[in-house]
């Protein structure tokens, strides 16, 4: 059984009267030539599909925030942005969103400490939409009063509107 999966057959033509060992030397060796070529390309194509598989796994394998020497080992030029705020935590929901990957460093030198978020160049323009979007956010946030404020005002009126329910119902309590 094993044999018969290893027997290939080929088929041979060569148009001509008289056939000589030389001729057929000639055609056997096209063919075995022509057979050993498409078995090359097939290898080639093959062994590219696997390589590019495997680029799209490590590039899938490491998005979003890394350290500073995968970031540095994937060949792109680096650019940073300052970053005061100290929830910078936040900003990975947008950073996430935009598929950018960067790294984040923190500068302890200045009193107040600076951190600088590092990212791939090509990424400026995805990294600017990000940051546009997050500090859009963040200034909405900035303007809305808290729950616990909110709360506290709606207890007041709940306080208030108790007391003149009690002042209705005391001067009416005398009239009858």
Do not use: W
Not at 95 to 103: L, V
Not at 151 to 156: F, G, N, P, R, T
Request: glycine share 4%.
């Amino acid at each position: 059984m094993q044999d018969e999966v290893n027997e290939k057959t080929v088929a041979l033509c060569i148009n001509g009267g008289k056939i000589s060992a030389r001729i057929l030397k000639n055609a056997m060796a096209k063919v075995l030539g022509k057979m050993e070529q498409d078995k090359k390309q097939r290898h080639q194509t093959e062994e590219e599909r696997r390589e590019a598989a495997d680029r799209a796994k490590e590039a899938a394998k490491y998005r979003g925030k890394q350290s500073m020497e995968r970031l540095r080992s994937q060949n792109a030029e680096l650019s940073n942005i300052e970053v005061t705020d100290g929830n910078i935590k936040s900003f990975e929901k947008y950073a996430r969103k935009y598929d950018i990957d960067y790294c984040l460093k923190k500068d302890r030198s200045a009193d107040p400490p600076r951190y600088y978020v590092f990212f791939k160049a090509k990424d400026v323009d995805a990294m600017t939409a990000a940051f546009k979007e997050y500090s859009g956010v963040q200034l909405k946030k900035g303007k809305k009063p808290s729950i616990r404020k909110k709360l506290a005002l709606a207890k007041e009126r709940a306080a208030k509107h108790r007391e003149r329910e009690k002042t209705k119902r005391k001067e009416r309590g005398p009239e009858h």
